[in-house]
């Protein structure tokens, strides 16, 4: 079975806070996601990485970075943490790319509360 | 634009009954669909997709969807609900880009 873990599930930050979400895979999967989850707009993806080092832009990156040093790991990284930032956090990886109609697997969520 | 809808919030079905969960797209091209199911407190479980070919795919728990070209569909649906099908239901599609556009969600509740 695939695995997608994720360093916490419930985090509570304070604004202005620098907030480190770490994901890791244990299947060699070549790319990893980054959404968030808000009730009532679904998911929207972050950002996204196809290789180690390379990083893709998504829908919503604004207030966001990420980093990829090793193949099983993308960490999602808040660089001062606004309470517009509460949400739910859900990492994802695949195999191939959605363009070949690989589906992702996902962690189990974190849930970032900003106070 | 690129966009998948769920036109409902909440459905509502006995245990024992069939189920219908809605979605359509408004894409170019030749999409693919994804349906994900969570359950409270966890990430997204992959159910089916449609990529090509027969238009009905079959996934898991036996659930089941139909993909419509005409109409711009692909219901989730399943013959027998169970209880422990309630969950939250995301349609997703790929449009012509490498990303999935998600839907906002149908929360399912099947009923004793």
């Known amino acids: 079975d695939v695995k997608v873990t994720q360093s916490s599930r419930y985090l509570v930050k304070r604004t202005g806070e620098k907030v480190f979400l770490e994901c890791v895979q244990d299947m060699d999967h070549e790319n990893m996601f980054w959404y968030r989850q808000d009730p009532g707009l679904g998911l929207r993806l972050i950002y996204f990485?196809?290789?180690?080092?390379?990083?893709e832009k998504g829908d919503i990156p604004e207030g966001y970075s990420v980093s990829r040093e090793k193949k099983e790991r993308f960490s999602l990284i808040l660089e001062s943490a606004s309470t517009n930032q509460t949400s739910m956090y859900l990492c994802a990886s695949s195999w191939g790319r959605v363009a070949e109609g690989y589906e992702q697997y996902f962690g189990p969520g974190t849930r970032l509360t900003v106070t | 634009a690129q966009s998948v809808a769920q036109p409902e919030d909440q459905v509502n079905v006995a245990e024992g009954n069939p189920l219908t969960v809605k979605c359509t797209y408004s894409?170019?091209?030749?999409?693919?669909l994804f349906w994900y199911v969570q359950y409270p407190n966890r990430g997204l479980q992959f159910l089916l997709k449609?990529?090509?070919?027969?238009?009905l795919v079959k996934g898991s728990y036996g659930f089941e969807a139909e993909f419509n070209k005409s109409q711009t569909s692909f219901h989730l649906k399943k013959p027998s609900a169970l209880v422990s099908d309630s969950a939250l239901y995301f349609c997703?599609?790929?449009?012509?880009?490498?990303?999935?556009?998600f839907g906002t969600g149908t929360r399912l509740q099947v009923f004793p």
């Open positions: 990485s196809y290789d180690v080092k390379m990083k």
């Open positions: 449609y990529i090509t070919g027969d238009n």
């Open positions: 894409v170019s091209g030749n999409p693919y």
């Open positions: 997703a599609v790929r449009p012509f880009t490498d990303k999935l556009i």
